[in-house]
Structures are given as C-alpha cells and as structure tokens.
C-alpha cells in the first residue's frame, strides 16, 4: 500500500526507528525461531537482497520453477520486523512459509534480534558494507522510497548518517555489535559485500561451507552468474519493481552494485570529517573494512 506521507523517526530501545519496524513489536520479540532457520542479518543497504537471493538458489534453485518466475524475493525471504499495512506482516510471513529451512531476513542490531534464534542456535549470515558506500547506498534507498523518512539533501542525510540518526540506528555500533557476537556464537558467518563483489564464487563456496551444503561447482558456477547485479537489475523478482512504495524515476533499487561510488559523492571536506568520525567510533573494534577494491 501507498503511503500519504513519509514516516517520521523516533528513539526506539535507543535505536532510531520509524513505526513500520515496531508496529508489530509484540510478535517480532516473541517470535518463534527453529533450529534449521538461517537469519541474514544485515545493515540496510549493505547486501541484503544478494545474499538472499544466493541462499535462495542454493535450497530452493531446483524446486518448482514457479518460486522463482513469480515470487518476488520478498515473499521467499521475509523481513522479519517489517509490519506495513495491507501486507502481510514479516513475522506473519515467516510463520506461514512452507520452506526448510525458512530463510529470514532482518534489518535488527543484534541486541534487538528475538532471543529464540539464540536459543536454537539458528544460522546467521550478517553482511556488512563499507561505511561510505552503505550511507550513499541508503541515500538514493531514502529518497526513492516513500516508506522511508524524508532524507533531505546529500549533506544533510551524512551528517544524520554519522550521528547514527538513520532507520535501524548508526552504522557503527550495528556492524560492530554483530562482529561482537560472533566472536561468541559461532553459527555466524559474517560476510562482506566487497567480497561478494570481488569475488561471487568464492563467497559462494564459503557459504556453502558454513551452511554444510556440497553443491557442486557447475550448481555453484550456474549461480555465480545468476546473481551478477545486471542479472539480478533485470531479474522482476529481485529488482523490487513489483513494490508501489518505491519511486524507480528517482532511483532504482538495483542501483550501481559497485564498491567505491561513494567517490562520486563526498566532497574531500565531507570526507575529512567522515574518517575523523569514523576513527573515533571504530577505535575499540577489530573488524576492517575496505572502501575500495
Ligand atoms: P547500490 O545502491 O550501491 O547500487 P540491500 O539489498 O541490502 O537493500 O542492498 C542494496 C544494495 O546492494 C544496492 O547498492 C544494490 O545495487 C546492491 N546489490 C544488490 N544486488 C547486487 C549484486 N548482485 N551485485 C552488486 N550489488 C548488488
């Protein structure tokens, strides 16, 4: 459904939200998570659709044809938190999909996330993205998505960007609380899209190592290149054209696909602040991020 104006943000459990994602608050915290579940966790913006997409294709490539022709990848992955009018909820989808493993997506910093999948010891994918390409990427989103908050002009959204004043809370504390937890939960695989975009199939194989599947290399090779963004740009049931709340004329959801637009974007003062910023709240992690490969 189409909304009439944009939502507008407010402090959620310290997390900047907007209504869409605590609507449903009651049912996402209480949601019943299996042992064979795989959560692909994720900053948005940062890769969410790929890899979804690719853990689509490893179980379910092979199974009817239909999944793939007329179910958009939304429908197959259920955001989880999500709760929009007219729609079914994300945890409503969830509870109905008929799949095994059930693979679910979330935009939540890990504190957030239901404590069923730590429970079960469900299977994790996070998916990070380098600061700078993650907040362009999130501009051009905001902008051409309705659902979202107005997001202003370009400086304007990066200094909301580095205050953490964004849907789902600052960048940082979300790749660093994920690359935290892995530290102590071991069915958590935490990924890079500069990787992905570096290197599909050797991302690919080490997603089939961690999830224990053997498919073989012409499978793997065969998805490889069914997940190459010019593929997934034409592909309707990964390009989100099917989805009213987002304006294509301003911006398509398959955007660029690349590592290291952002140069097309910040100004070389913007950039000077940014990595003060970032130094500042990154000094007490280890994980590495890479703004160019
Ligand atoms: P850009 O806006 O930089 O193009 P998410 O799925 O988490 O919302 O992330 C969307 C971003 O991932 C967009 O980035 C989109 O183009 C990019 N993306 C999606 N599929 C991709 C692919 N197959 N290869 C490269 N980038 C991809």
Known sequence: MKPTSRPELFDFEGISMTHYFTDNWEKVKNFQARPDDILIATYPKAGTTWVSYILDLLYFGNDAPERQTSQP?????PFLEACIQGVPSGTELADNLPTSP???????PVQLVPKSFWEQNSRVVYVARNAKDNAVSYFHFDRMNMGEPEP????????KFMEGKKVFGPWFDHVNGWWEKKQTYSNLLYMFYEDLAEDTGREVERLCSFLGLSTSV???????????FDAMKQNKMTNYSTVPVMDFKISPFMRKGKVGDWKNHFTVAQNEQFDEVYKQKMKNTTVKFRTEI
Request: a positive charge.
């Open 218 to 228: 012409e499978e793997r090779e065969k998805i490889t290149k069914g997940v190459q």
């Open 102 to 108: 059930r693979l679910i997506k979330t935009h939540l």
């Open 152 to 159: 202003g002009n370009w400086n304007t959204y990066l200094q």
């Open 73 to 77: 990848i939304y429908m197959r992955v």
